[in-house]
């Protein structure tokens, strides 16, 4: 079974940088389609990015639009996301989660429920 891992969160203020590094533990990473979900305390589990299988189509949320970039290099099993500009209201869990897509190879999705293999999260606080 596919097991995401992530890494690379940490404490930073707003206005800065960071990147957000996701692998996996077994599986094969090209059959992945795969995203970036955010959760604050109290809060429901958001959609940030999602990508395809290939990386060749991508969803933002508006979020977040402008200022992160998600990319993915097949051959090293990594999916980076990486946050520019920080806010506070950035500050959360982030997960990353993946689903096997055998059909569609430019499929994407953004919904919680279309994932069935997530990591532990990582956690990105921006002060202010």
């Known amino acids: 079974q596919v097991q995401p891992v992530e890494s690379g969160g940490g404490l930073v203020q707003a206005g800065d940088s960071l990147r957000l590094s996701c692998t996996i533990s077994?599986?094969?990473?090209?059959?992945?389609?795969m995203a970036w979900f955010r959760q604050a305390p109290g809060m429901e589990r958001e959609i940030v990015v999602a990508?395809?299988?290939?990386?060749?189509?991508?969803y933002y949320s508006d979020s977040v639009k402008g200022r992160f970039t998600v990319s993915r290099d097949n051959a090293k099993y990594l999916l980076d996301l990486q946050m520019t500009s920080l806010k506070p209201e950035d500050t959360a869990v982030y997960y990353c989660?993946?689903?096997?897509?055998?059909?569609?190879?430019?499929?994407?999705?953004?919904?919680?429920?279309?994932?069935?293999?997530w990591g532990q999260g990582t956690q990105v606080t921006v002060s202010s």
């Open positions: 990508i395809s299988r290939l990386g060749g189509n991508t």
């Open positions: 077994r599986g094969t990473f090209s059959l992945l389609s």
């Open positions: 989660a993946a689903r096997v897509e055998y059909l569609t190879p430019r499929m994407y999705y953004i919904q919680p429920a279309d994932y069935n293999a």
